[in-house]
């Protein structure tokens, strides 16, 4: 079965700071990774997701993670953050191929903007 | 661009009765998940159907079932409710497309049993 980790239960930033979240899996095989965002009160929004081809994947609002498979890492980066940035952000991962697999989720990182 | 319609979306029961919660999945969309998130929790997986026959099942209770119909809504059915019921309840769609697939998450339904 797979898992996923989240390194950082919580993380606060000033705006204009840079970010990156760290995300690792474990998985015998083939995986397809997600990144989802969710604003407080909210449902999940994707931000950016990676099949195969190019490791660098950009997502939405200025997002971009890297996957590093020697490392079994799926990052998130944004360069600045900004104040509405506020949210909890879950990398996700599910194996391809069949329709209906489960999605196993990070713990989530609650990140905080400070304006 | 069409989202994943949930309904509810809050809902208020007492304990020992029965909820439904409904998912209408994004258009041309033949796979619905479920999912449970509790308060400062990650979602967790309960099941899954494509095609109208269950796919995957997860951490979902006896009490709990689930069913998608031939217009590929689906329906979550929640009897003798308990107080650890109350969550948030994330219905979510995908169609497979050359072995690749994302699920799209609707707004949920926050169930609160008393």
């Known amino acids: 079965a797979q898992s996923v980790s989240q390194h950082n239960h919580h993380v606060i930033l000033s705006e204009a700071a840079s970010l990156e979240l760290g995300c690792n899996y474990s998985?015998?095989?083939?995986?397809?990774l997600f990144w989802y965002v969710q604003y407080p009160g909210q449902h999940l929004q994707l931000l950016l997701k990676?099949?195969?081809?190019?490791?660098l994947v950009k997502g939405i609002k200025g997002f971009e993670a890297e996957f590093i498979k020697s490392k079994f890492s799926f990052n998130l980066r944004k360069p600045s953050v900004q104040w509405s940035d506020t949210a909890e952000y879950f990398c996700?991962?599910?194996?391809?191929?069949?329709?209906?697999?489960?999605?196993?989720f990070g713990g989530g990182t609650r990140l905080m903007v400070k304006p | 661009a069409a989202g994943v319609i949930q309904s509810p979306r809050h809902l208020i029961k007492e304990k020992r009765e029965t909820a439904t919660l409904k998912c209408y999945p994004i258009?041309?969309?033949?796979?619905v998940y479920w999912y449970q998130q509790g308060p400062g929790q990650d979602p967790q997986f309960l099941i899954s159907?494509?095609?109208?026959?269950?796919?995957d099942k997860g951490s979902i209770p006896d009490r709990f079932s689930a069913q998608q119909f031939s217009d590929y809504h689906s329906e979550l059915n929640m009897s003798s409710l308990e107080l650890g019921d109350s969550a948030l309840y994330f219905c979510?769609?995908?169609?497979?497309?050359?072995?690749?697939?994302?699920?799209?998450f609707g707004p949920g339904t926050r169930l609160l049993v008393l």
């Open positions: 979510a769609s995908s169609l497979l497309k050359e072995g690749q697939e994302t699920q799209y």
């Open positions: 998985y015998g095989g083939t995986v397809n």
């Open positions: 990676y099949f195969s081809g190019d490791p």
């Open positions: 996700a991962v599910t194996p391809p191929g069949n329709a209906g697999n489960m999605l196993t």
């Open positions: 258009p041309r969309h033949d796979t």
């Open positions: 159907f494509y095609e109208k026959m269950q796919s």
